[in-house]
């Protein structure tokens, strides 16, 4: 079993906000992903005067936090903001910067822990409130959402993304009057809004009210002419045709329909600006053919539609197969049973080799046997998929410690630190690393990080007392 010690203190915090708990497949985070490509924090002034100096160099720290985030960098970017904070305590820019860096390596309690701070301190700031709600929303935590997006408004009424994922809670949590009175105050000010047109739109649907909602998703795709969601919204009204609506009325409808998103069927998946036709499409499209008078074309999208069903359901199955035989290995590895675990993680590579909890799992048994370079590629493999997840992190640090690779092997625990404050073992091995090149100030810090987190710990007591008696520890 991978190991470096015994352990004795509780399971890494890390396990509360892993992969596995990213929600973007939900409506409300995948929808709003749709209708902006990233969240911003708002502009605002700062709220406590620095020296010219110190505010200089917090604001550089801000702008290159920024553009590494852009880059999908985050740890970088968390670093660069950490440093912006020490240079300028407070800085709510610095703060709301840092928790979407935290959001984007899905280290979800440091952003809300900072969130938590950033409202203490600026009280009158709408700001960190409603990044808090579109957190919430990310999170499906629905009634937290509403409460925070709800005192954001409170303090910054016009705010009209906040008020946009404000009715997307309510709608989520199945309060459509609600989700109506703030879609009618954001189309009030800005009649243009796409998102706005698009939830109401969606709201209408589902109420059957398809003459309303027919509206909307029209002028969603007036407003926005490549946004997928917004065209299969409008085909799915269309082939709903009215009671009393003709034959003619019905298949003038249907062409629409066709119109709307025969483009997406044909996308060619290796396109980086069109997805690939989800199952969904498929089935759509097959009925808007059908009432169109398409029969043929109908047949045909309709087996494409029974094919990219049963794709979806294969992938489905063979994923959650693979999460089970990775839990059955790691069970096996507990009890040393190296040949067991290995047979088991190579059927759940077999059948999903997207997830990346199967190639750590594969480097810690390989590891474990002392087969390092194996090891090495396997958890290559694994931050392949989840770059910065810090157990990944940790054992490629590990790793690179067991082929001397010093250097690689203190930035890994370093990053792995980064992404998660919390990860003590992390800071306790670049204790050791430090102490092992001579650097007792540093070591003393690390170790003391690693009790500061785990103070009952008995290793890292034991380290952190050697090395404060000028002793070496005990293995």
Same mark, same amino acid.
């Given at each position: 079993m991978f190991s470096c010690r015994q352990r004795t203190s509780a399971p890494r915090p890390w396990r509360t906000f892993g992969g596995d708990m990213i929600l973007s497949g939900t409506?409300?985070?995948?929808?709003?992903?749709?209708?902006?490509?990233?969240?911003? !924090?708002? %502009?605002?002034?700062?709220? $406590?005067?620095?020296?010219?100096?110190?505010?200089?160099?917090?604001?550089?720290?801000? &702008?290159?936090?920024?553009?590494?985030?852009?880059?999908?960098?985050?740890?970088d970017a968390i670093a660069s903001y950490q440093e912006a904070l020490r240079l300028a305590p407070q800085d709510v820019q610095a703060e709301i910067?840092?928790?979407?860096? #935290?959001?984007?390596?899905?280290?979800?309690? +440091?952003?809300?822990?900072?969130?938590? $701070?950033?409202?203490?301190?600026?009280?009158?700031?709408?700001?960190p409130l409603a990044v808090y709600g579109d957190l919430?929303? $990310?999170?499906?935590?629905?009634?937290?959402?509403?409460?925070?997006?709800?005192?954001?408004?409170?303090?910054?009424?016009? =705010?009209?993304?906040?008020?946009?994922?404000?009715?997307?809670?309510?709608?989520?949590?199945? *309060?459509?009057?609600?989700?109506?009175? $703030?879609?009618?105050?954001?189309?009030? @000010? *800005?009649?243009?809004?796409?998102?706005?047109? #698009?939830? @109401?739109? =969606?709201?209408?649907? =589902?109420?059957?009210?398809d003459a309303l909602a027919l509206? *909307?998703? +029209?002028?969603?795709?007036?407003?926005?002419?490549?946004?997928?969601?917004?065209?299969?919204?409008?085909?799915?009204?269309?082939?709903?045709?009215? +009671?009393?609506?003709? %034959?003619? *009325?019905?298949k003038a409808r249907c062409a629409k329909a066709v119109d709307a998103i025969e483009r997406l069927a044909e996308a060619d998946s290796a396109s980086s600006s069109r997805p690939a036709p989800d199952s969904e499409t498929f089935f759509l499209l097959s009925r808007a053919y059908r009432c169109a008078g398409q029969d043929e074309k109908a047949e045909e999208t309709l087996a494409a539609f029974e094919k990219s069903s049963q794709n979806d359901r294969t992938t489905n199955q063979n994923k959650l197969e693979a999460k089970h035989l990775v839990q059955q290995a790691d069970d096996l590895a507990m009890k040393n049973?190296?040949?067991? %675990?290995?047979?088991?993680?190579?059927q759940a590579i077999a059948l999903d080799p997207t997830y990346a909890a199967t190639y750590s799992q594969l480097a810690k048994l390989y590891y474990s046997a002392g087969e390092i370079d194996k !090891? %090495? =590629?396997?958890?290559?493999?694994?931050?392949?998929?989840?770059? #910065?997840?810090? &157990?990944?992190?940790?054992?490629q640090g590990k790793i690179l410690e067991r082929q001397s690779r010093l250097d690689e092997a203190l930035a890994a625990f370093q990053e792995s630190a980064r992404v998660n404050p919390k990860e003590s073992d992390a800071y306790f091995e670049m204790g050791a690393i430090y102490q092992q090149r001579g650097d007792r100030t540093r070591a003393l810090a690390a170790y003391k990080k690693a009790v500061e987190i785990s103070p009952d710990d008995p290793d890292y007591k034991r380290a952190l007392a050697s090395l404060n008696n000028n002793q070496p520890p005990t293995p």
């Open positions: 409506f409300p985070l995948r929808i709003l992903a749709l209708f902006a490509s990233v969240v911003v !924090a708002p %502009s605002f002034a700062r709220v $406590q005067a620095q020296t010219p100096t110190h505010a200089d160099q917090a604001a550089a720290l801000i &702008e290159r936090g920024r553009a590494e985030a852009a880059a999908g960098k985050f740890p910067g840092a928790v979407q860096a #935290y959001r984007g390596v899905h280290n979800f309690d +440091e952003a809300k822990k900072i969130l938590e $701070q950033a409202h203490r301190e600026h009280p009158r700031s709408a700001a919430d929303i $990310q999170l499906q935590t629905y009634e937290a959402a509403i409460a925070h997006l709800n005192a954001a408004l409170a303090l910054d009424p016009a =705010d009209v993304d906040a008020r946009n994922r404000l009715a997307v809670a309510y709608k989520a949590k199945g *309060d459509a009057p609600s989700a109506l009175t $703030q879609l009618a105050k954001i189309l009030a @000010r *800005d009649p243009k809004n796409a998102l706005a047109h #698009y939830t @109401r739109a =969606d709201i209408y649907a =589902d109420h059957n009210q509206l *909307d998703a +029209e002028k969603v795709v007036e407003l926005q002419p490549e946004n997928p969601r917004g065209r299969v919204l409008l085909a799915k009204i269309l082939v709903r045709p009215p +009671e009393k609506a003709t %034959s003619a *009325d019905i049973d190296f040949a067991g %675990s290995l047979a088991l993680l190579n !090891a %090495s =590629d396997a958890i290559g493999h694994a931050l392949a998929r989840e770059p #910065y997840h810090p &157990e990944y992190l940790y054992v």
